[in-house]
């Protein structure tokens, strides 16, 4: 998992040995749905290793509420089949000088879909190495590990892909050699508490962010009115009122995205 263009496609062909995934190397992303690719354990044949890829949030074509929906319903009906996962590893580009608004809401994204309880069966991957000095990499390093504070504490761990298969299979192999995970939070709520994904920590997380979003807006356009005054022709964005905002969080695709569109879910899971 991840944010988009951070490097997930690039981890599963470099563990794999070869390209099973496409790569992006511009700014639009290639993962829009749940991907998986299948290899037999290098050293155990009798065992298979199943790489699951998801879309990152922030995608230039999807919103992230679609984005959200695609990985809940998926991870509700492989819990809800009996599958469990052996763990996730959260790719995080070193390259990052500033830990922005964007980064954080995805972080808070994931820890929520996770819950703290998995926090063992996580791992931090750093990535794009080559983009960055040395020590500039290592102090970056340093501060994502206070940004992860929490899942560190729980018992996530940090490692750095190199791009190299040796990096990529030894994160394989420590996850793998855990536990499987019972279940993540939103499995959890959404299967055994029968929770709409609205309802969820992370549905209501982002939930708020989009308020915020909203609220942001408001007064965005409040400030351009007061420096625009009472122009004759003013700009059409800048004239949409405060109540149509308001009843675009209560009644259009802001609000909605997480009623009726994500409240979907469970009718197409099947909740024991």
């Known amino acids: 998992m991840g944010p988009t263009g951070v490097g997930k496609s690039a981890f599963i062909n470099t563990a794999i040995g070869k390209d099973v995934t496409e790569v992006g190397y511009d700014l639009e992303s290639c993962t829009a749905t749940m991907t998986h690719a299948v290899i037999p354990h290098p050293r155990d044949p009798t065992r ?12 230039i074509y999807e919103d992230d ?15 809800s089949d009996g599958i469990r996962l052996a763990g996730i590893i959260y790719l995080q580009q070193v390259t990052q000088a500033q830990m922005w608004g964007t980064t954080r809401k995805n972080s808070v994204m994931f820890e929520k879909l996770c819950g703290i309880e998995s926090a063992q069966n996580v791992i931090i991957a750093t990535t794009k190495w080559g983009n960055v000095k040395p020590d500039e990499g290592e102090r970056r390093a340093s501060q994502l590990e206070t940004f992860w504070e929490d899942m560190l504490s729980a018992g996530s761990q940090m490692a750095r892909f190199d791009k190299s298969h040796k990096s990529a299979w030894a994160m394989v192999e420590t996850i793998i050699s855990k536990k499987p995970l019972d279940a993540l939070q939103i499995q959890n709520e959404m299967v055994n508490l029968g929770k709409r994904l609205p ?8 939930r708020t962010s989009l308020k915020n979003l909203v609220a942001e807006h408001k007064k965005t356009i409040r400030e351009l009115r007061s420096e625009k005054g009472h122009a004759e022709h003013e700009d059409t964005d800048l004239t949409t009122s405060v109540d149509d905002i308001d009843q675009l969080m209560k009644h259009n695709s802001i609000y909605d995205a997480l009623g009726e ?7 197409s899971t099947t909740v024991s």
Not at 65 to 79: D, G, K
Not at 199 to 206: C, F, S, V
């Open 199 to 206: 309802q969820t920590e992370a549905g209501n997380t982002l």
């Open 48 to 59: 298979r290793v199943v790489f699951v890829e998801t879309p990152g949030f922030d995608d």
């Open 65 to 79: 509420t679609e984005i959200l929906r695609r990985i809940a319903v998926w991870l509700a009906h492989s819990y």
């Open 261 to 267: 569109h994500l409240e979907m879910v469970c009718h």
